[in-house]
């Protein structure tokens, strides 16, 4: 089916998030849409898709006029889409997130949960996925809970699919393993809308490329255009891709962890018997696949887990047992994976925020009272310091966008004296402009004598950032290798492989 | 819509020329049980309103739903120029003794409880020495009692909750005493027993309800308010010929649904005591001397038998009668917390 | 490549149609709070005065001749309807029928003295709602720290302001164990605190009972009522109008609870805490803040400022010593107290003066129109829920909302669309 | 280079928690200090039989204390093998827990009962205990349904109390129950519409609504029934209730007959309801739905489902079902309405709900266990206990503190709980 964009536009408020869009997507196709963050992307999307009215302008199918009062329209009209935060419930099996919404029902509104095991069967052996109908979601690797996104929408025989940042969590395997199949889709005949932040893969796979910013189309571009090309054309203005980087100076911090071990409440095993080192001016980056035991890592590490045995030393003081609280004194900095959910209260402002984690004492508290003067004049110095886009300290920190949120956590953990730098996916789901200004922090943090760690599962990252690389795997060390290892062998490690001399 | 429209002015309106008599404002205050209980401040209720019916004014009343709201429902009452306040309740005791002395030109009426040691001249207490009449219902009671077992349960540990309780307890020791026999009381052994722990007619007090008729009673005395309600349900749930005794005021007339299964009734002549003590005060002749309903003043004492006639053994009357006599000589005593 | 050069940073704001001044005053004054809040009492007031009016014998009486003479029945609805909140007010600000100032004062001393208990225990709810805790347990709190009080007033012997001092701090000691109970389960074993709070409130009702029939606890020496005997006047909180007014010094220890909550949660470190807690837990652990010891300590402050509407009852309301239904609902209204103060201290303290003023009210009321006071209970309720919706109440009396285009704008927006869709359509 | 796979499996290191054996133990002393501290003399007499069975069980006397302490060491034998099977890094299973119950209830029981002239009377102590669940039944289905669809539900009190008073009414014109039970769904269900319009309409806190409703309804009805019920008893609170069925065959089975198939209809509607909330919930189409607009609603929403009218559609249903248990009250109970009769049962149904972890048939069992133990302390007091009333009557609120901090902990409420959906 062929699908058109005539004159969207949506607005938010003051704020007009699309401005007259037009888009054509011919069947056959994978029409890729790039853009900074907050330029519109996803909102043109759910416009798309019924979960957005448009204020203006008009959905054509087939050059049918269409109008979608909700997503229940949009996909019996042949939409399906495939969204940036996963829309599955996550205490479902699969079965039950596919059937969600077109239930086939026996006497009574019984379900009939083995029709929809069989579809999902079906489809998943068509595609060559390996999806177990009957798994809770909440337990499947999120590339799983991708390819289950899909089921759900081929289950609604979709003619046009939309992809909103697919391969954000994704390893460089499970990415090409669903360029491989958007292309098989795309050859019986599927539209396909495909939006990213990967440059690398636009080009692999797009047909064509539209690239919005502000709100508006500002070009086309054909696949063979350069990384530097479409970045300059996202942001407006040039971006440097590589980050500057020289050789490290090792100083005397070190953080030794030996034979770390995690396990949750059930006594399943997260962290597996982990050891190494990191010495003050070095980046270590962790690798993998999410889910493998990174995220768990740095909560250990942060004294965030409550079961778990080995030994954290740093700088020769032993971490383990000691209380969160504890642990920050000790000097470590820390950016949580989900800045959302841990790094920020985003009902408090910047200001708020940028005290979290030193509201028991000086220097923003004296005598049990918060000390506020001090505390504006400190977030307007990290305001500017780190170019945090905002109206003033006082805003809440829930009103950034994605991009200034991260900034905000950055600002907090890097204003205070660090023995320990911990950062978790520092750049997910931010913009190139911003990534280039993270990692240049980064990297002075770590030429200022830190020990830093790394978690990313974005191997652009990883590789511009890292001196050694640690690859997980299941909870285990696959490997540590230095920084400059191919991207292929790192891939193959983040999938288990064990390779010779992986020690470095 | 369409009745007939008044054709006289609403009485009351035309003013100055009555006798003075109908300017004495009559008022009562409630405690948290309300004026609906079917008990005691329904009972003190219907005297007042008899006697504010008399005088010619209308009653003002006032109902409490916490215990913070007696002192000023009480003030409020005074404000509203109430020149006879009746205040029912130990509950109240307090917010009265305060008003009374703050306001000695009004006379105050408190029913059930003594108003302390420096009770005011304006304050009349009206007392009931119910156990008196429980005793009676307890010897009917193990005298009727085919099982040998006879129940009683109460909404809250109070004392003139438990005084029933205990008069009742005392009784069935007597007859047992008397005649040689060992009817039990279940429910309440003069110390401890069963209570609902609330005032509230529901599922909690037809609960205890039928744990009691569970034991085998044949004779049922529920002591608080509503409670009976839960009890009579109880009774009638269970399938058994069980015999109901109210307390407070004679069921069989003011809860006609119970008139097949009460036996009797322990009745505080609320009524009557409090209509006597409006009018004595609205006739200028109010006494704070604190009055005692006793079986000998029939302040207290037990309904007729009403349908239970002819269940009841005419010789057993006889005794319950003498008995009467008995206490009201003074040869028999019964104990309560009012000795 | 087919680019365009990239465009300048444009602010993104659309144009709206210029409104008029009049219509930009109207629309500000109808966007702020403080119409929606008046129009919301109103509101609550009219269905109050429905109830009043259906159920009043003189209005049934002529309604039933409506046909012959509908003016009796107007006339009845408005005596019924006017006599309520005529006494409403006389019994809560100003008694116009008193002789003297002092005298027809009285009553707004009256609210403030309800007042008391409602803010503090107010107070106590909304503390705990900002760091994320449903605190049900008022009345349990209450009844304890009453308990607690009444003990040392009753059983201890002296000097005055050392007396009142230590049934004071026992009385807030009480009332924060009792909550404390409360947020050591929930820190320690997860247990939910709505759940335990309630659980709490029958424990303590049935200990208090039990005290208060007991001799050598509570119960009053050689009584038997479960009434405590009178607080030692060493220990009672002292008028500070005057013996004319009954107001005691419990209000001016809400007014301190009042800035000291305040302090807490806006200015100091702990309240900060609370507050993070509340917002965001996970958040707060990561930030290195103990989430279940925020709990506990939450909990016990609670229970103290409850605690302290307590005392206000035990020492100051009633001297003359006190029952098991001492907290007097106080405890579930200082939910309601604390709801429409937003859960902060000073909307918490105008909405304590506010209930109590309809608390006070209503006993005249119901003296002299012989209105249940229940009917108090449904206004406030009422004004609560429609605070609590401005768009419902904007929509009630017809007002603009805010952030929403007129009806006016949405029609010419709506003829843009359906013009250039026609257009799209026929071209 | 030579590759290898790592094909290992995730490992599972065995947990062990000795809270079970702890609370078992502590429980076990608890109980034990009784006839160790306060040895009773006499037999203790439990009755199985209700009296009109045609195979009845009889009576079984054991001493009192000697049995106590049976009971006891059977507990003290259960803990040491639960502390065993942690030791060994097994789980504790919970026919081993239910057995220690009925082993300490016994022992309990045969203390609190020795030398009582009464019978402890199993069969109406349960009975009793189902009757005193009921309305808390249907108040927590009405909770969990709501909850589980996304609106935290604190109005059931109100509900409770509105069914109530309609019922009453309702059945007092028309002269037969039936009315007033429709009449109390359709109060039931409109408590739950006013909650549905500020919750899922005009998104006002959840909580703050419940809290309002409930004020507001006892305002109400009290209000009305001073004005209105009181004066008119006769006529308009005077009600026929619901008569016991005896279910033939089913009711004469020993001990579990008469407890559970000789209650009236409301309580075979109970039966029902359970079952058909819990087959829904997770068999068919309503439950999926439901289930998924509580957890994820904008998930559900991406499907096509329409959040806020399931949301509605599902408080309305938790509003009659909560209405139904409000008329246990006035069709069952006592036949006519008293002012604030449900009596704090709306609060006591909503921590039944978080006890039960948001499941209909667990939150069913704990309202049964709040029940039993209410009816507990009932049945101690009537056949004579050594322990004031006062804290006889706690029994229930300290079983229940015990039971949620100890044995659950923890519960997890549906994602999506008290959010209200706001769309753009
Ligand atoms: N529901 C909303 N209400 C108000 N503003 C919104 C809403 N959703 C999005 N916006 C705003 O609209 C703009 C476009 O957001 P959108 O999510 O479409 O960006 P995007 O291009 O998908 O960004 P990203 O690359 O980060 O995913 C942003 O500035 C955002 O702040
Ligand atoms: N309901 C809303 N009201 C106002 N602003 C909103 C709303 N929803 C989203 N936004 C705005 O949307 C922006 C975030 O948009 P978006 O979700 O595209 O960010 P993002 O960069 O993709 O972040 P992330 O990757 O973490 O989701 C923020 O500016 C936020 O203020
Ligand atoms: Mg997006
Ligand atoms: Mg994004």
């Not at chain 1, 054909?222 to 040039?238: D, F, H, I, K």
């Not at chain 3, 029945?73 to 809560?92: E, I, K, Q």
Request: hydrophobic content about 50%.
């Amino acid at each position: 089916m062929k699908l058109e964009l005539r004159g969207i536009t949506k607005r938010f408020g003051a704020l007009t998030a699309n401005d007259h869009i037009d888009l054509v997507v011919e069947p056959g196709e994978i029409h890729s849409l790039l853009g900074e963050n907050g330029a519109g992307k996803s909102t043109l999307m759910n416009v798309l898709y019924g979960l957005y009215q448009a204020d203006e302008g008009q959905i054509l199918i087939d050059d049918v006029v269409q109008h979608f009062d909700g997503p229940g329209d949009a996909m019996n009209a042949g939409i399906g889409m495939v969204h940036q935060h996963f829309m599955l419930v996550p205490v479902f099996t699969v079965a039950e997130n596919v059937m969600l919404g077109h239930e086939t029902t026996s006497f009574g509104g019984r379900l009939d949960l083995a029709a929809a095991r069989r579809q999902v069967t079906e489809i998943s052996d068509r595609f060559g996925f390996d999806v177990n109908p009957d798994a809770v979601v909440e337990d499947l690797p999120v590339g799983v809970q991708q390819r289950v996104e899909i089921i759900k929408a081929l289950s609604r025989h979709a003619r046009i699919l939309v992809f909103d940042e697919p391969t954000a969590v994704l390893t460089p395997q499970e990415t090409d393993e669903l360029m491989a199949t958007m292309r098989r889709l795309k050859e019986q005949g599927t539209a396909i809308v495909f939006i990213t932040h990967k440059l690398r893969e636009v080009r692999e796979v797009a047909d064509r490329i539209t690239v919005i910013r502000l709100g508006k189309v500002v070009g086309e571009a054909e696949p063979t255009a350069s990384n530097t090309e479409l970045a300059s054309l996202m942001v407006g203005r040039a971006v440097e891709l590589t980050v500057q980087k020289g050789a490290p100076a090792y100083s005397g911090n070190a953080l030794v962890v030996e034979g770390l071990t995690v396990t949750d409440a059930a006594g399943a095993v997260l962290v597996d018997d982990v050891s190494f080192e990191v010495r003050g001016g070095e980046v270590l980056a962790v690798a993998g696949v999410q889910g493998n035991g990174q995220t768990e890592l740095t909560e250990a590490l942060m004294g965030l887990q409550e079961k778990v045995r080995g030994s954290v030393r740093l700088n020769g003081q032993e971490l383990v047992g000691r209380s969160v609280r504890h642990i920050l004194d000790a000097g470590v900095g820390f950016v949580p994976e989900d800045r959302g959910v841990d790094g920020l209260v985003k009902e408090f402002s910047i200001a708020e925020n940028l005290m979290l984690d030193r509201s028991g004492g000086a220097p923003f508290v004296k005598a049990g009272a918060l000390q506020l003067g001090l505390l504006d004049e400190f977030a307007r110095e990290k305001i500017t310091e780190f170019d945090i886009r905002t109206q003033g300290p006082s805003q809440p920190a829930g009103r950034l966008s994605g991009g200034n949120q991260q900034k905000v956590v950055l600002a907090r953990e890097l204003s205070r004296d660090l023995s320990l730098f911990v950062a978790a996916q520092p750049t997910r789901g931010v913009d190139v402009g911003s990534i280039e200004f993270i990692h240049k922090r980064i990297i002075e943090t770590r030429d200022a004598g830190v020990p830093v760690v790394l978690i990313s599962t974005e191997l652009d990252e990883v590789a511009a950032l890292a001196d050694r690389i640690l690859v997980m795997y299941r909870g285990r060390i696959v490997g540590i290798v230095p920084g400059d290892t191919p991207r292929e062998q790192l891939g193959l490690m983040m999938a288990g492989a064990v390779s010779e001399g992986a020690q470095a | 819509g369409c009745g007939q429209a008044p054709t006289t002015e609403k009485p009351g309106s035309d003013g100055g020329d009555k006798p003075a008599a109908s300017d004495f404002q009559t008022c009562i205050v409630s405690d948290m049980g309300g004026f609906d209980d079917k008990s005691f401040n329904q009972l003190s209720f219907e005297g007042a309103e008899k006697a504010a019916d008399e005088i010619g004014v209308k009653l003002k009343d006032a109902q409490s739903n916490a215990e913070t709201e007696y002192a000023p429902n009480v003030t409020n009452m005074v404000d509203e120029g109430c020149n006879a306040i009746v205040t029912v309740g130990f509950a109240l005791s307090a917010a009265t003794v305060d008003a009374a002395n703050a306001n000695p030109d009004t006379d105050f009426i408190l029913i059930d409880d003594a108003g302390g040691d420096a009770k005011p001249d304006n304050l009349k207490p009206l007392l009931y020495n119910t156990a008196e009449a429980a005793f009676l219902a307890g010897y009917l009671s193990a005298g009727y009692s085919q099982t040998g077992k006879v129940g009683t349960f109460g909404g809250m540990e109070f004392p003139t909750v438990t005084i029933f309780m205990d008069g009742f307890k005392q009784g069935v020791d007597y007859f047992n005493q008397e005649n040689g026999e060992s009817v039990a009381v279940v429910g309440w052994d003069g110390k401890t027993g069963s209570f609902t722990g609330g005032f509230e007619a529901n599922q909690d007090a037809k609960t205890v309800a039928t744990n009691i008729i569970d034991q085998g009673v044949d004779v049922l005395f529920p002591v608080g308010g509503p409670i009976y309600q839960s009890g009579l349900q109880a009774i009638k749930d269970s399938g058994k010929d069980i015999a109901l005794i109210g307390a407070d005021a004679d069921l069989f007339n003011t809860d006609p649904t119970t008139a097949d299964f009460v036996l009797t009734s322990v009745m505080k002549e609320m009524d009557v005591s409090t209509y006597e003590a409006v009018m004595a005060a609205a006739n200028g002749e109010f006494s704070g001397d604190p009055y005692i309903g006793t079986l000998e003043n029939e302040g207290v004492g037990i309904a007729p038998l009403h349908n239970f006639e002819s269940k009841v053994d005419a010789d057993l009357m006889a005794q319950v009668d003498q008995i009467k006599q008995d206490i009201i000589d003074g040869k028999i005593t019964v104990k309560s917390y009012l000795d | 490549m087919t680019a365009q050069t990239p465009a300048p940073v444009t602010p993104r704001t659309h144009d709206v149609p210029e409104p008029s001044r009049w219509r930009e005053a109207w629309m500000r004054v109808a966007s702020g709070n403080a119409l929606v809040s008046l129009l919301a009492v109103v509101a609550a007031v009219i269905v109050g005065s429905i109830l009043i009016a259906l159920t009043d014998r003189d209005v049934q009486a002529a309604a039933g001749y409506f046909f012959q003479r509908p003016g009796d029945t107007f006339s009845a609805v408005g005596s019924a309807v006017g006599g309520a909140y005529a006494a409403l007010f006389r019994g809560s600000i100003y008694n116009f029928n008193a002789n003297s100032f002092a005298i027809g004062i009285r009553p707004l001393t009256e609210t403030l003295k309800f007042a008391t208990p409602l803010i503090a225990a107010g107070l106590g709810v909304g503390l705990a709602f900002r760091a994320g805790l449903f605190n049900i347990g008022g009345q349990g709190q209450m009844l304890m720290a009453a308990a607690a009080a009444g003990y040392v007033a009753t059983a201890w012997d002296l000097p005055f302001p050392l007396h009142m001092v230590a049934a004071l701090v026992a009385g807030v000691i009480a009332g924060a164990i009792w909550g404390g109970i409360a947020g050591i389960l929930k820190a320690r074993t997860g247990a939910h605190e709505v759940i335990v709070t309630i659980m709490l409130n029958h424990i303590a009702f049935y200990l208090l009972a039990w005290m208060l029939a007991t001799q050598g606890v509570l119960q009053a020496p050689g009584s038997n009522n479960p009434k405590t005997a009178p607080m030692a006047g060493s220990a009672v909180l002292p008028q500070i109008l005057g013996p004319m007014y009954k107001l005691h010094l419990g209000f001016l220890f809400a007014l301190i609870a009042v800035a000291i909550t305040w302090w807490l949660l806006e200015r100091s470190s702990l309240g900060f805490r609370f507050r993070a807690v509340g917002e965001n837990p996970a958040a707060a652990r990561t930030a290195g803040i103990s989430v279940g010891r925020m709990y506990f300590l939450v909990m016990v402050i609670a229970g103290a400022l409850v605690g302290l509407a307590g005392i206000s009852q035990a020492l100051g309301t009633e001297p003359n010593g006190f029952g098991g239904g001492i907290d007097a609902g106080i405890g579930f209204d200082a939910i309601t107290v604390a709801l429409l103060g937003r859960s902060r201290p000073v909307g918490i303290l105008f909405a304590g003066l506010l209930f109590g003023a309809f608390k006070t009210g209503g006993f005249t009321m119901q003296a002299s129109q012989g209105i249940p006071i229940e009917i108090v209970l449904v206004v406030q309720s009422l004004i609560v829920l429609f605070i609590a919706a401005p768009p419902l109440v904007r929509a009630m009396f017809g007002i603009p909302q805010p952030g929403r285009p007129s009806r006016r704008q949405r029609r010419a927006a709506k003829r843009r669309t359906d013009t250039t869709e026609g257009q799209e359509v026929s071209a | 280079m030579s590759v290898q796979t790592l094909q290992a499996e995730p490992r599972t290191i065995a947990v062990v928690s000795w809270k079970t054996p702890i609370i078992l133990g502590v429980i076990t002393v608890a109980v034990a200090l009784l006839p160790l501290l306060a040895p009773r003399v006499g037999d203790s007499t439990f009755r199985f039989a209700a009296g009109s069975e045609i195979l009845a069980v009889p009576d079984l006397t054991f001493p009192g204390t000697p049995a106590a302490w049976i009971g006891v060491l059977i507990g003290a034998a259960i803990t040491v093998v639960a502390a065993l099977r942690i030791a060994s890094h097994r789980r504790v299973p919970l026919w081993l827990i239910a057995l220690y119950a009925v082993a300490l209830i016994f022992g309990f029981l045969s203390w609190a009962a020795a030398g009582s002239t009464g019978t402890l009377p199993m069969i109406s102590l349960l009975s009793g205990a189902l009757a005193l669940a009921t309305p808390l039944i249907f108040g927590a289905l009405g909770g969990v349904i709501g909850e589980r669809a996304g609106v935290v539900n604190i109005a059931i009190e109100a509900q409770l109390l509105a069914g109530a008073f309609c019922a009453a009414i309702v059945a007092s014109i028309t002269g037969t129950p039936w009315a007033g039970l429709i009449a109390a769904m359709v109060a039931g269900l409109l408590v739950a519409l006013v909650l549905g319009v500020f919750a899922i309409t005009y998104h006002v806190d959840q909580v703050i609504v419940g809290v309002v409703l409930n004020v507001l309804v006892i305002g109400i009805t009290s209000f009305l029934f001073r004005q209105v019920l009181a004066p008119n008893q006769a006529t308009l609170n005077t009600v026929e209730p619901f008569k016991r069925i005896s279910i033939p065959v089913l009711s004469e089975i020993p001990v579990l007959g008469p407890i559970l198939f000789r209650q009236t209809v409301i309580v075979y509607l109970m039966y029902v309801i359970v079952f058909v909330v819990w087959y829904g919930m997770y068999r068919t189409r309503w439950g999926l739905r439901m289930r998924a607009v509580g957890e994820h609603p904008q998930a559900a929403d991406t499907v096509g489902i329409n959040v806020l009218r399931t949301r509605y559609m599902n408080v309305l249903i938790a509003g009659a079902i909560a209405g139904m248990g409000g008329a246990f009250y006035t069709l069952v109970s006592v036949p006519r309405f008293n002012s604030e009769m449900t009596a704090g049962a709306g609060f006591i149904a909503l921590a039944a709900v978080i006890f039960g972890k948001w499941d209909p048939i667990k939150a069913t069992l704990a309202a049964l266990l709040f029940g039993f133990a209410t009816n507990l302390q009932s049945v101690l007091s009537v056949i004579g206990s050594p322990v004031p009333s006062q804290f006889m009557l706690m029994l229930p609120y300290i079983v229940t503190i015990f039971a949620v901090a100890g044995v659950v902990g923890r519960s997890r409420p549906p994602a999506a709980d008290g959010q209200p959906y706001i769309k753009s």
